[in-house]
């Protein structure tokens, strides 16, 4: 039995050629239609992001799940978000998307969800579809009960309930510059311009690196990374542009820039999009990770929410969501998640939320977050590759443990002082730890404190 390497905490990435192949995708189709197959009336949706050997693998995939007696329900070219909507949309037992988000080019994966959306992990089944996969302990093949295979579109009905989340009669004239990093997101911006052209909604696309083509040839679509966000700020600066939204490759993350093209960290618009919620449903409860958190529990508390702390990552967050029936979850990275959106991350509804703010209030972006921004000034997330990382973030434990005033293990090492905070964890996806720092109203504390942890945590 040959160990797979390419399976993560909560989903598939490996490397082309030796830890991801379409026959490994075969039998990873294999048995996640195992393991959601109830009888012959059993269906799955299956989509792919454009990297040139994710129709391969979706092939491959969809081979495996249909031998397992499970139907396909083919969308094609989609982001994650379309997998999710569709499976709860259309009521079937399961999605598979594969995609590699922003990960580098040699390196492709899969993303799974069960019935209802709900997401599958190690604890629930993700497991059990490993050790399927790796031992081929497959059920026999019956050709008479081998699953149909079906292409289809639910585009418009997903478009539709995107464009529920905003009263587009109230949208005011706004230029909006969009990139969708030559991934998956531009054929969605096409059919909402195409909707607000329809009903003279007076907001206009600029589009950058807007067609899909799998050689990534502006780079691959990570916002997070510094040098990946010039293309969209020098575009909103030469159209005069009112904001910026770029999307990573698969779309379930969206970055905002305001109107001077500078980048907003996704910190600052987990407040304002919880705010938002909460005009509307006093007293819900909001979900947030424990990176970056000043800023969120305050905004949610003044709003009249309560604000309810869960570990970083998006199965987690997703089931502290339907266990406290949180309207919001939003994660510092850009994974903002919605009751409404059966407890997904979208990378859509965000924008659309923040243009009808946006409208609403006669405001810019930079005037909606410059406050905070002030109030929190942020490290935003600096990743290290370390050699012991385990035995690094005990030391920063340490160092800090006999004057910080509380201490929180809710994910990795957070530590709070008086004024000034961070969080401490090991990546559940890469081989490094992560670090961020916030201080109250004093960015020269923030920048010191962040200097200090980092030279701490490189000598060790």
């Given amino acids: 039995m040959k160990h797979l390497s390419c399976f993560k905490a909560y989903d598939v990435r490996g490397k082309l050629g030796s830890e991801l192949t379409d026959e490994i995708a075969y039998r990873i189709g294999r048995s996640f239609g195992q393991f959601v197959y109830e009888n012959e009336t059993t269906r799955a949706v299956v989509g792919c992001d454009p990297r040139l050997s994710s129709e391969s693998l979706k092939q491959a995939a969809t081979n495996g799940l249909r031998d397992a007696g499970v139907s396909v329900l083919d969308i094609g070219l989609t982001g994650t978000e379309e997998i999710y909507f569709a499976t709860k949309h259309l009521g079937v037992a399961g999605g598979l998307e594969i995609t590699a988000s922003h990960n580098p080019i040699d390196y492709n994966g899969m993303k799974f969800v069960l019935a209802d959306s709900k997401p599958i992990t190690r604890s629930n089944g993700l497991d059990e579809v490993q050790r399927v996969a790796e031992e081929q302990d497959f059920s026999p093949v019956s050709p008479e009960l081998r699953g149909e295979f079906h292409t289809i579109s639910i585009l418009s009905d997903y478009v539709d309930h995107l464009l529920s989340y905003v009263v587009l009669d109230e949208l005011k004239p706004l230029k909006l510059v969009v990139n969708a990093g030559n991934g998956a ?181 930079k005037q909606e977050v410059e406050d905070r921004i002030r109030a929190y000034p942020s490290s935003g997330e600096i990743n290290l590759k370390l050699e012991n990382p385990a035995e690094a973030i005990e030391c920063v434990r340490l160092t800090y443990n006999q004057i910080a005033r509380d201490f929180d293990a809710t994910d990795g090492v957070s530590m709070e002082f008086d004024a000034w905070r961070f969080n401490l964890r090991s990546s559940n996806t890469e081989p490094v730890v992560r670090l961020n720092v916030e201080s109250k109203g004093n960015e020269l504390l923030m920048q010191q404190k962040t200097e200090e942890l980092l030279s701490l945590l490189q000598s060790v």
């Avoid at 929410?305 to 029936?325: L, N, Y």
């Fill in 185 to 365: 997101a531009g054929h969605v911006i096409d059919a909402i311009e195409e909707i607000f052209s329809q009903r003279n909604i007076p907001v206009e696309f600029i589009k950058v690196h807007h067609e899909p083509d799998g050689t990534f040839p502006n780079g691959i679509p990570n916002p997070l990374i510094s040098e990946r966000r010039k293309d969209t700020a020098d575009a909103v600066i030469a159209h005069t542009a009112d904001l910026g939204i770029a999307w990573d490759g698969d779309f379930d993350r969206c970055f905002f820039f305001d109107h001077t093209g500078q980048f907003i960290e996704g910190y600052y618009i987990v407040g304002m999009l919880a705010e938002a919620f909460l005009q509307k449903e006093s007293g819900a409860k909001i979900i947030h990770d424990p990176r970056l958190t000043w800023n969120t529990v305050e905004v949610v508390q003044a709003a009249g929410g309560i604000p309810v702390q869960s570990k970083t990552g998006h199965a987690f967050i997703k089931e502290r969501m339907r266990e406290e029936d949180a309207v919001y979850g939003g994660e510092m990275s850009a994974h903002h998640y919605f009751r409404d959106f059966a407890y997904c991350d979208s990378g859509m509804i965000p924008w659309l939320l923040v243009i009808g703010l946006l409208s609403q209030k006669g405001t810019t972006l």
